[in-house]
């Protein structure tokens, strides 16, 4: 079945989230009608990821690539199904939410971006400050979030939904005094992949996120030879590898790979594993 592309808002777009939450907090009939659409899809996003999970899956053609298109296609479908008649949710919110005359606040988690552009579009204003401190390319900064979050489509989140704006994988070592979450990623031991459970940095917001991310590069010695590398994306991506910022032993290609599709404007997702 196709699913038509879908208008959604971006979750590095704070504005939109804080503008729907101003207007619920003032009873506002469509936008109560508009958190019950969001919660509704949230939901049938959570229920078609638990029945894939239930499923055996396929072990002769499944892949991590093919992983990552059947959640985008499932993302989709939930939106296209939210965006109609939906599956009577949020019918029921909203007539709670008037009968009872609650206070409405916007849901934890945005959505996706609906497409790369989206995404290249929402964090260019940040990544363009970011490369200034870092002296690299900004599409360099924009495709390593790419390439760690599929597009901004798979990052860590809380329990709740509530995601941690974490745009670049990197994890809550002993060091940090902030916000964590707990996610499963993939690790690389001697060669071999394997999923284990990690504890990844939260932040407020993807600008919180950036500042995080520059300071961590320009701080530690370990990432030196990424600093100042312009538009050489593969060297930045090789000072990256040899400081062990990931247990990928392909992660600079990876990297370079999703930089150079950047550049082309085809949409290529690609999972990746951290070790920050």
């Known amino acids: 079945m196709a699913i038509a592309p879908t208008n959604t808002s971006f979750y590095a777009d704070p ?15 469509e936008a109560i009608r508009e958190v019950a659409r969001q919660f ?12 894939r999970s239930a499923s055996m899956g396929d072990e002769l053609f499944g892949s991590d690539q093919g992983d990552m298109y059947q959640d985008m296609f499932d993302q989709q479908m939930a939106v ?14 909203v007539r709670q939410l008037m009968q009872g005359g609650a206070a409405v606040a916007a849901p934890p988690t945005a959505a996706a971006p609906a497409t790369h552009e989206d995404f290249v579009s929402a964090l260019r204003p940040a990544a363009t400050a970011a490369a200034r401190e870092l002296g690299v390319d900004p599409d360099t900064i924009i495709a390593h979030a790419a390439l760690e979050t599929g597009w901004g489509r798979s990052m860590p989140a809380a329990a709740n939904g509530q995601s941690s704006f974490n745009l670049f ?12 979450v707990a996610s499963r990623t993939r690790e690389f031991t ?34 030196a030879g990424a600093l100042g590398t312009g538009s050489d994306v593969q060297a930045f991506a090789r ?3 040899r400081g062990g910022y990931a247990t990928d032993p392909d992660y600079a ?4 790979a999703v930089a150079a599709t950047l550049k082309s404007g085809k949409v290529l997702p690609l999972n990746t594993t951290h070790a920050v």
């Open 15 to 29: 504005s939109s989230l804080g503008g729907l939450k101003r207007d619920a907090a003032t009873q506002s009939p």
């Open 40 to 51: 509704e899809s949230l939901f049938t996003s959570m229920m078609l990821k638990s029945m």
């Open 80 to 93: 296209q199904l939210a965006s109609g008649k939906g599956v009577g949710l949020a019918d029921m919110l």
């Open 169 to 180: 994988g990197i994890k809550a070592g002993g060091s940090w005094s902030g916000s964590a």
């Open 190 to 223: 001697a060669g071999r992949m394997s999923e284990v459970s990690a504890g990844f940095r939260s932040y407020d917001s993807p600008d919180q996120a950036m500042q995080d991310y520059v300071r961590l590069l320009k701080d530690n010695p370990r990432y």
């Open 239 to 241: 000072a990256l590898q």
């Open 253 to 256: 290609a990876k990297l370079t």
